[in-house]
T-cell receptor, first 114, second 111 residues
Framework: NAGVTQTPKFQVLKTGQSMTLQCAQD?????MYWYRQDPGMGLRLIYY???????DKGEVPNGYNVSRLNKREFSLRLESAAPSQTSVYFC?????????????FGPGTRLTVT | DQQVKQNSPSLSVQEGRISILNCDYT??????FLWYKKYPAEGPTFLIS?????DKNEDGRFTVFLNKSAKHLSLHIVPSQPGDSAVYFC??????????FGTGTRLQVTL
């Protein structure tokens, strides 16, 4: 099992450009999450999908959109990138449902916006 | 406001000694707590967790202690090994299963 995979690993964008970060999991998990990690800020939740067909905003959703394409895939889109979106982005998944808290993380995408 | 706080950005411990990483929280609705370990250029990996109905959970060299009245948890690593050098994040959850993370503590285990 590959677990949680993310593409690309690195990306450089110019201000105003758009891109989509891809995430897939092969653990048959119901819930998926997108986080960003910035120095001194820990991991902050951008969006999550508790189950296929549903998405909800997290702590820092502005400037992002998500799509839960199917049970396996959860993508994050930046429509018009800004330098403040320079960060490391992590996708995670969890079984979902009552009493399941542990999340499994992908290796991350390092994004730089110039 | 930061609901989960790790006030020590870094910690250096000699190999073989005990490492103690601390975490404080403010939200009394948190009912489950986790520790994650993160190496550079990798995603966080789950280490150990504890439910609010317990005050201690042990897994090999790792023990997590929870003091609900003080809203404080700690991770003990005994004995510390060089491979334990990483950034450690504590995280907390309510019934929603969403996690709120602390800012992390960088542990360096020296020879």
């Amino acid at each position: 099992n590959a677990g949680v995979t993310q593409t690309p690993k690195f990306q450089v964008l110019k201000t105003g450009q758009s891109m989509t970060l891809q995430c897939a999991q092969d653990m048959n998990h119901n819930s998926m999450y997108w986080y960003r990690q910035d120095p001194g800020m820990g991991l902050r939740l951008i969006y999550y999908s508790a189950s296929e067909g549903t998405t909800d905003k997290g702590e820092v959703p502005n400037g992002y959109n998500v799509s839960r394409l199917n049970k396996r895939e959860f993508s994050l889109r930046l429509e018009s990138a800004a330098p403040s979106q320079t960060s490391v982005y992590f996708c995670a998944s969890s079984p979902g449902g009552a009493g399941t808290y542990e999340q499994y993380f992908g290796p991350g995408t390092r994004l730089t916006v110039t | 406001d930061q609901q989960v706080k790790q006030n020590s950005p870094s910690l250096s411990v000699q190999e073989g000694r005990i490492s103690i990483l601390n975490c404080d929280y403010t939200n009394s609705m948190f009912d489950y707590f986790l520790w994650y370990k993160k190496y550079p250029a990798e995603g966080p990996t789950f280490l150990i967790s504890i439910s609010s109905i317990k005050d201690k959970n042990e897994d090999g060299r790792f023990t997590v202690f929870l003091n609900k009245s003080a809203k404080h948890l700690s991770l003990h690593i005994v004995p510390s090994q060089p491979g334990d050098s990483a950034v450690y994040f504590c995280a907390a959850s309510t019934l929603s299963s969403k996690l709120t993370f602390g800012t992390g503590t960088r542990l360096q285990v020296t020879l």
